[in-house]
């Protein structure tokens, strides 16, 4: 059972190239969010989504973009990549108990380096 | 906007000493959640607290939910260095669905 797997787990990308990190989940829950992590400090909500075909923007979405057609694929989307994009990403998947109880589930994480 | 204030972002204790964080918002939970991160890691779920005036106890670690529910605290009693790490607190709010925002996170260090 892989849970929530996110790829890749380190990526350097130059200045104004773009990518997309992966964010798959085997679980079958509705919810799902990427997060961006600054060294020390807290996560900061980019996108989440309810379901399929439905995102939402969070609390930092500019400069990134999400789809979501299937219950288990989530991509964040890196456009025109800017050193401060440069952070660790996270991908969630929310557990049963409703939409503010359930439990977060996370990937490992990626590391990416815009220089 | 909804925003969580995190407090203090750090802490530096030695080992036995008791300590507590804070998490407030100028809006109401429906529920708040607290988390503890490790180096490298993602977060990992402590406790949800979703009924005003609740109180969790887990081990040495206590949660509160204040009445109003616009705020949360987590004590622990005689820490230890294993309690090191970062400690999170996210809340849901009524009418933004699914959305779940995280504070600045405390930053903690206990000391042998």
């Known amino acids: 059972n892989a849970g929530v797997t996110q790829t890749p787990k380190f990526r350097i990308l130059k200045i104004g190239q773009s990518m997309t990190l992966q964010c798959t989940q085997d679980?079958?829950?509705?919810?799902m969010y990427w997060y961006r992590q600054d060294p020390g400090m807290g996560l900061k909500l980019i996108y989440y989504?309810?379901?399929?075909?439905?995102?939402d923007k969070g609390e930092v979405p500019n400069g990134y973009n999400v789809s979501r057609s299937t219950t288990e694929d989530f991509p964040l989307r890196l456009e025109l990549a800017a050193p401060s994009q440069t952070s660790v990403y996270f991908c969630?998947?929310?557990?049963?108990?409703?939409?503010?109880?359930?439990?977060?589930?996370f990937g490992e994480g990626s590391r990416l380096t815009v220089l | 906007t909804q925003l969580l204030e995190q407090s203090p972002q750090f802490l530096s204790i030695q080992e036995g000493e008791n300590l507590t964080v804070y998490c407030n918002s100028s809006s109401v939970f429906s529920s708040l959640q607290w988390y503890r991160q490790e180096p490298g890691e993602g977060p990992v779920l402590l406790v949800t607290v979703v009924t005003g005036g609740e109180v969790k106890k887990l081990k040495r670690l206590t949660f509160q939910f204040g009445d109003a529910r616009k705020d949360s605290s987590l004590h622990i009693t005689a820490a230890q260095p294993g309690d090191t790490g970062l400690y999170l607190c996210a809340g849901a709010f009524y009418n933004q669905g699914g959305k779940l925002i995280f504070g600045q996170g405390t930053e903690l260090s206990v000391k042998p």
């Open positions: 989504s309810v379901g399929a075909g439905i995102t």
């Open positions: 679980m079958n829950h509705n919810y």
């Open positions: 969630a998947v929310k557990g049963a108990g409703g939409a503010g109880t359930g439990e977060l589930f």
